[in-house]
C-alpha cells in the first residue's frame, strides 16, 4: 500500500512537472531566442553562441532612450504601488469597522466602479488631466490611479474578518481609531497586501493604453510604450523583438516569484465574507 501510494505521488509530481513545463515553454523560448542571432532563429545553438547584443543595442543606440523609459516604468510603477498601499486600505478599513452615514451607498458605488471598463471613462480622464495641466507628467501618469475599486473590495473583505475585539482593546490602551489601524489591523494585512501590490505592480508595469494617451513626449515614455514606438525598425528581427519582451516581463515575474507564497495566502484570505 505505501509503495503504491509513493508511485502514485511520483507520476503525480513528474505530471505537476512536465504540465509546468510545457506552460513556461513559450517564455523558454522567447528567453532563448533573445540570445541568439537571427541566423540562429528557430534553431538550437549552444551557449557559446548566445549574447547580450540584443539588450545591448536597447540600452546603447541614441535613436531611442530605453534606459529613461525602463526609469519611467519603475518611477510610475512604484508610485502607484505605494498609493494603493496607503489608500486602499484605508478605504476598506473604513468600510468594514467604521459607521458614518451613507456607508452602504459609498460601498455599491465602489463595487460598481469594479463592473465599468476603464476604456469607457479614459475621456473624462484624459479631460481632466489636461485641465490640470498634467498631461506628459508623472502627476498625470500616477495620481488617478493611486487606488482601484477593486482593491478597496478586497481589502474589506479581508477587514471583515479582523475582530472588533482588537480595535477595542487598542482603543482602551488610548490609540485612536488611526493609531488602532496603522499598527495593529494594517499589520494583520500583509498577505493581502502583499496581493495587491502584485496585482497593482503587474497592472501597472504593463499598462499600455493609459501612458500612450496621457504621455506624448519621447521623454516620458514608459517602457511598453517606448518599445513599441521603435517596433517597426526591429520588425523582421525577432531576437531584437524578444529582447523587448524580455524586458517588459522579466520584472513582474521576479516581483511575483519573491512575494509568491503571500500572494496565495492572500488570496485565499480575501474571499467574500459578510
Keep these: ?3 503504491r501510494k509513493f ?4 507520476l503525480l509530481y513528474v505530471a505537476i512537472i512536465a504540465l509546468g513545463l510545457l506552460f513556461a515553454m513559450p517564455f523558454l523560448y522567447t528567453i532563448y531566442t533573445s540570445f541568439i542571432s537571427m541566423r540562429n532563429v528557430n534553431t538550437l545553438v549552444g551557449p557559446d553562441q548566445w549574447s547580450f547584443a540584443n539588450y545591448y543595442v536597447y540600452f ?3 535613436a531611442y532612450d530605453v534606459p529613461q523609459w525602463f526609469l519611467n516604468t519603475l518611477i510610475m510603477t512604484s508610485i502607484v504601488v505605494l498609493g494603493n498601499l496607503i489608500i486602499n486600505p484605508m478605504a476598506g478599513f473604513a468600510l468594514a469597522k467604521v459607521d458614518f452615514k451613507g456607508k452602504a451607498v459609498v460601498y455599491w458605488i465602489v463595487v460598481a466602479t469594479m463592473m465599468i471598463p476603464y476604456h469607457m471613462i479614459l475621456i473624462p480622464v484624459y479631460v481632466n488631466v489636461a485641465q490640470l495641466g498634467w498631461l506628459n507628467t508623472f502627476k498625470g501618469l500616477t495620481i488617478p490611479f493611486l487606488y482601484q475599486g477593486l482593491y478597496i473590495f478586497m481589502m474589506r473583505q479581508f477587514f471583515l ?3 472588533g475585539e482588537f480595535i477595542e482593546a487598542a482603543r482602551i490602551d488610548g490609540l485612536t481609531k488611526m493609531g488602532a489601524f496603522w499598527r495593529i489591523v494594517y499589520p494583520l494585512a500583509n498577505s493581502s497586501l502583499i496581493t495587491m501590490s502584485i496585482l497593482a505592480f503587474s497592472g501597472t508595469w504593463n499598462s ?3 501612458p500612450s494617451t496621457l504621455a506624448n513626449s519621447p521623454d516620458k ?3 511598453v510604450v517606448g518599445l513599441n514606438s521603435v517596433k517597426d525598425l526591429f520588425f523582421e528581427n525577432t531576437p531584437m523583438i524578444m529582447a523587448g519582451v524580455v524586458l517588459t516581463t522579466l520584472p513582474i515575474l521576479v516581483f511575483f516569484f519573491l512575494f509568491q507564497r503571500q500572494y496565495i495566502e492572500g488570496i485565499s484570505a480575501s474571499g467574500v465574507k459578510g
Design 7 to 10: 508511485t502514485g505521488r511520483i
Design 1 to 3: 500500500m505505501k509503495e
Design 221 to 223: 515614455y514608459v517602457l
Design 161 to 163: 474578518s479582523v475582530p
Design 208 to 210: 499600455y493604453l493609459v
Design 60 to 62: 546603447t543606440n541614441e
